[in-house]
């Protein structure tokens, strides 16, 4: 029977990269994002390498989207055996700049959306009887301090302790769902050239950071959700995966 | 679903039982050469005969067994691209009955085996890299306690964390010189190994009652543990070092 993988954030970089990899190891993929277009395009992409894929637009912020989202997802598909929670968003901004509405509009992005994503996700495997995989998209920041990015920090690393306690709660099910974070490093996507900008100095930076004096990729963190969303992690729950080419160890 | 591994030279301490064996037998089902080694001359042979891989008889205690090692995997593959460090002794005593001789043997062979192993395997990394960038994957089998406690278990303890603290400044100092040789910790929970069973009553591993404190509800098999390790050999964990990868079912959450 094919297995069923859920990608939020699909439209672009981690949560694209993701799908394809799941789907090049055999996953039918559901991919979720805002922008239809682009949903069309990672379907495409699912496609081309040999998938397949449906796209499901909705705010991933909206208990009521993801409601709906569960109904049809358990009407259409009769397992659901991983859910990638990798939509998210990012700014930087010293504190005594930040206002309260961009906390919070941040707040609700990357945490509000992974509480919604995870409690619609373990009863989507409930509903349909899968011992199924979580993996929610954190980051290092959720681990350790990144200059200017208070709200970021504090949000990564609610999504961080907030998967272990949903790992608890998984393994309390019947059949037991795992749930893990997965921490990248700074990883060269939209996100941060939106937020940095997308040239050689950024590159370098980015780059300088690491102890592997090299940039990461989306695949490296894709290749990671894959192995945490396979049997080969069968006794892997509430950890922190990170992958960060050693940046935080230093 | 699998990560690949094939062709790789993979040098295995610790292989003759448990993870050791386990990782063996994976890696070389996988297509990876494999060299396994244990201070059980005679058990690897049995585990080399069963993986149709290199078995050595290998004190990790002892710097001139690792240089055969390392000379053997150079001299049947011409390479070494990855080293488990894994072979690992045990000790359950109060901290007031721990005799030092062995305090210090259990620090020998988990914290001193991998100081040399890492030494031994980075230098070959870099001498067969041939002018370009050098590249390969360390795994060091640390444990859950490297960072958690239970009684009596407390030169166990000192030596994981020494192992996985290990890991991270070798994967900091070896990348930080351009290599992209890879150093991370693997940090398995309890575990069906010869190590842990001889330590419980008989019985218990297979009785549920004794697994209520890991959320997942079972011992993992040493299998759990070499895939992990093998991820992380893999060129897919290619951005991964100075990591410590837990594999616990769950047990360090509560």
């Not at chain 1, 990144?146 to 302790?161: I, W």
């Not at chain 2, 995997?73 to 070494?80: P, Q």
Request: proline share 4%; glycine share 10%; charged share 20%.
């Amino acid at each position: 029977m094919t297995q069923t993988a859920i990608v939020t954030g699909a439209t672009s970089g981690i949560g694209r990269a993701t799908a394809l990899r799941l789907a090049r190891a055999g996953f039918h993929i559901i991919a979720t994002g805002r922008n239809p277009d682009r949903g069309a395009e990672t379907v495409r992409q699912v496609q081309a390498a040999g998938g397949t894929a449906e796209f499901h637009s909705f705010d991933v912020t909206s208990e009521s989207d993801w409601a709906a989202f569960a109904n049809t997802v358990t009407s259409a598909h009769t397992s659901v055996d991983a859910l990638i929670n990798s939509a998210g968003s990012f700014f930087s901004k010293p504190l005594p700049d930040t206002t309260l509405a961009e906390f919070r509009e941040l707040w609700t992005a990357d945490v509000e959306s992974v509480v919604l994503g995870t409690k619609y996700g373990l009863r989507m495997m409930r509903d349909t009887q899968s011992a199924g995989s979580i993996v929610n998209i954190s980051s290092l920041a959720g681990l350790i301090g990144l200059d200017d990015c208070a709200a970021y920090c504090a949000a990564k690393a609610a999504v961080t302790h907030f998967s272990r306690v949903a790992a608890l709660e998984g393994a309390q099910m019947d059949p037991k769902v795992r749930v893990n974070s997965l921490n990248p490093g700074v990883i060269y996507t939209e996100m941060i050239t939106g937020a940095y900008g997308d040239n050689d100095a950024v590159k370098a930076f980015v780059m300088d950071g690491n102890a592997l004096q090299r940039v990461g990729t989306a695949e490296d963190i894709a290749s990671a959700a894959t192995f945490l969303a396979s049997p080969a992690a069968r006794m892997v729950t509430g950890t922190a995966m990170l992958v960060d080419g050693g940046r935080g160890a230093d | 679903m699998t990560f690949d591994v094939k062709d790789k030279v993979v040098l295995i301490t610790g292989a003759a039982s448990g993870i050791g064996a386990a990782t063996a037998r994976l890696a070389a089902e996988r297509g990876a050469h494999v060299i396994a080694t244990d201070l059980d001359g005679e058990r690897i042979q049995g585990v080399a005969a069963d993986c149709h891989c290199i078995g050595l008889k290998h004190d990790v205690t002892s710097e001139d067994d690792w240089d055969n090692a390392i000379t053997a995997a150079v001299h049947h593959y011409g390479r070494l691209d990855a080293l488990v460090s894994n072979a690992g002794i045990v000790n359950y005593e109060p901290i007031i009955d721990l005799d030092m001789a062995r305090f210090r043997s259990l620090n020998q062979v988990h914290v001193e085996g991998s100081f040399i192993g890492l030494q031994r395997a980075v230098a070959q990394m870099r001498a067969q890299a041939d002018g370009k960038p050098a590249t390969g994957s360390i795994v060091l089998t640390a444990s859950v306690m490297a960072n958690c406690a239970a009684p009596t278990i407390s030169a166990y303890a000192v030596a994981k964390a020494a192992m996985a603290n290990m890991a991270r400044a070798v994967g900091v100092e070896v990348g930080r010189k351009g290599d992209m040789i890879r150093v991370n910790a693997v940090c398995p929970g309890p575990t069906r190994t010869p190590l842990l069973e001889g330590a419980m009553p008989p019985g218990a591993m297979n009785d549920p009652a004794h697994w209520t404190d890991v959320p997942l509800g079972v011992p993992q098999e040493p299998e759990d543990i070499a895939e992990s390790i093998l991820f992380l050999i893999s060129e897919e964990s290619s951005f991964m070092t100075a990591t410590q990868m837990v594999v616990d079912g769950g047990w360090s959450l509560t």
